[in-house]
């Protein structure tokens, strides 16, 4: 397909995507977008930033266009694994359905008042995007009804088919109707996941426009492995080689976020990195949900420069302007490797993705990610930078109390706070061991043929505006 227009798509729908910029469908879009009109089952696997959004947004909108929704009953439900994720689609959602005038829309996600959400229920919600927890507590507060249900979609498919999320996805699909169409999309879908999709499609048309996990070819991928000097001091060094590399990339960084695997580790980089003057902020989701909105915000509309994130900011992110991602942690789950990395190099961009990897553990959890992706990720030197402060603090210790083999007790037991004590003291010799690399140069992708997953016509698409994502690049406004 090499044009909207040759999809069955309502003129309103068509109307809208012409004015989003968008001059011809993704693969996902070409493939998936058929099957869905034509109400079959879809599971949909295409990479990260080739706009799978839209292959269930547009047959959703232009399903339902003509018709109306009863009271508490929504005639459409997508569901979501995070609010930030909810959040965005339903904006998105707007942009596609501008010109269907009467098409309702709501949103629940949790960590916001009911009140808001019950009066829109109550009016009657055509598209309903929510997050499976807020969406049951209004059910079982016997607010809605869930067996008008015509079409059912499950983003990030395989994060809410994995252990956490199951027993709410199972009730709710229970509480829709058999005769539902139902359409799953996810950039990854692990073999024993895919296995537990039969439960919930019929004979589903199964588009996978590149193998699963296939990571963006238009992002280049490094990895920084080296041993810290001591165990005591392994986290310390850690950000030190964080924010070495963060420095190295100057002007080509505009935005980048920072992924860790723990809470606790995403306020102590995010307070790290400002005690030494960089622009960072923290997101995860032991926050208040008006804060985690706020920063997100601010993010998008780069008045923030680095994001420092848990995976909660993993999956379907679409923030143009991210030009790099740094894996502070190797993720605990392969999969979110692939997400993680994926919120750069979207929709046909550049971008760049670098992980540190401090141990053995590390290094065997970055082994099984490359086995994922089928990839050998290019190593690179820690950065003379890192060396030389790394080995300032084996001066500054030398220098002062001696080079003394443990810390005190007190200091191995209570976390490492980044105040004044973060900063660089030391000076023996750094102990680190870094793998020689041949690090892979950004690709510039005027100069290739094709861009996975964005079909031929990417190049071209990159070169023009495209309508209001691309308008943010340039205005810092995200629709
Ligand atoms: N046909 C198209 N032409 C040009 N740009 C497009 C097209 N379809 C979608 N886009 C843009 O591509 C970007 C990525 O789309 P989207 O967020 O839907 O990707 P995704 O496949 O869902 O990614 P993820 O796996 O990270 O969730 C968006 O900014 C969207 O506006
Ligand atoms: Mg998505």
Redesign the pocket.
């Known amino acids: 397909m090499t044009s909207f227009s040759g999809f069955d798509l309502e003129p309103r729908v068509l109307s809208a995507v012409a004015d989003?910029g968008?001059?011809?469908?993704?693969p996902i879009?070409a493939e998936t977008i058929p099957h869905a009109l034509k109400g079959r089952d879809v599971l949909g696997i295409?990479q990260?930033?080739?706009?799978?959004?839209?292959s269930f947004a547009l047959p959703i909108i232009s399903a339902l266009i003509n018709g109306r929704a009863r009271a508490r009953m929504p005639r459409s439900l997508i569901l979501c694994p995070t609010r930030e994720l909810a959040a965005q689609v339903a904006d998105t959602l707007d942009i596609y359905a501008r010109y269907a005038d009467h098409l309702s829309r709501a949103l629940l996600i949790g960590g916001v008042r009911f009140e808001g959400q019950d009066q829109l229920i109550d009016k009657g919600v055509d598209i309903l995007i929510a997050t499976p927890g807020r969406l049951l507590d209004h059910f079982e507060r016997g607010r809605l009804l869930l067996t008008g249900v015509q079409i059912m979609v499950v983003d990030e498919a395989d994060r809410m088919l994995d252990m956490g999320f199951i027993p709410d996805i199972e009730k709710i699909f229970r509480l829709t109707p058999f005769t539902r169409q139902t359409l799953f999309f996810s950039?990854t879908m692990a073999p024993e996941i895919e296995r537990v999709t039969d439960e919930f499609l019929q004979n589903p048309a199964r588009i996978e426009v590149a193998p699963r996990a296939t990571t963006s070819e238009n992002t280049a991928q490094s990895v920084c492995t080296f041993k810290a000097g001591r165990k005591t001091r392994a986290a310390k060094e850690k950000r030190i080689v964080l924010r070495n590399l963060i420095a190295g990339q100057g002007e080509g960084l505009t935005n980048g976020i920072v992924f860790c695997n723990r809470k606790s580790d995403v306020d102590i980089v995010a307070k790290s990195l400002k005690v030494h003057g960089f622009d960072a902020k923290p997101i995860h989701g032991d926050l208040d949900q008006s804060h985690r909105t706020r920063v997100l915000d601010e993010f998008r509309q780069g008045q923030v420069k680095l994001l420092v994130a848990s995976d909660v900011a993993a999956?379907?992110l679409?923030i143009?302007n991210v030009s790099h991602i740094f894996n502070y942690d190797v993720p605990n789950n392969v999969e979110n490797y692939v997400h993680r990395i994926?919120r750069t190099g979207?929709?046909g961009r550049a971008g760049s993705a670098f992980t540190i990897c401090l141990s053995p553990a590390d290094d065997a959890a970055f082994a099984a990610v490359e086995e994922l992706i089928n990839l050998r990720i290019s190593r690179i030197e820690l950065p003379d930078t890192a060396k030389e402060e790394i080995s300032r603090l084996d001066d500054s210790r030398k220098g002062t109390k001696g080079d003394r083999k443990t810390k005190p007790r007190s200091a191995r037991t209570k976390p490492e706070t980044p105040k004044s004590k973060d900063r660089d003291t030391g000076s023996r010799p750094p102990r680190s061991q870094t793998r020689q690399a041949s690090r892979k140069p950004a690709p510039d992708p005027g100069e290739r043929a094709t861009v996975l997953g964005m079909g031929q016509h990417m190049p071209e698409?990159m070169k023009k505006p495209?309508g209001p994502?691309r308008a943010s690049v340039q205005s810092g406004q995200e629709p």
């Open positions: 989003a968008y001059k011809t469908p993704t879009q295409a990260t930033g080739t706009g799978k959004t839209a950039a999956r379907g679409d143009p994926g979207r929709a698409f495209f994502n």
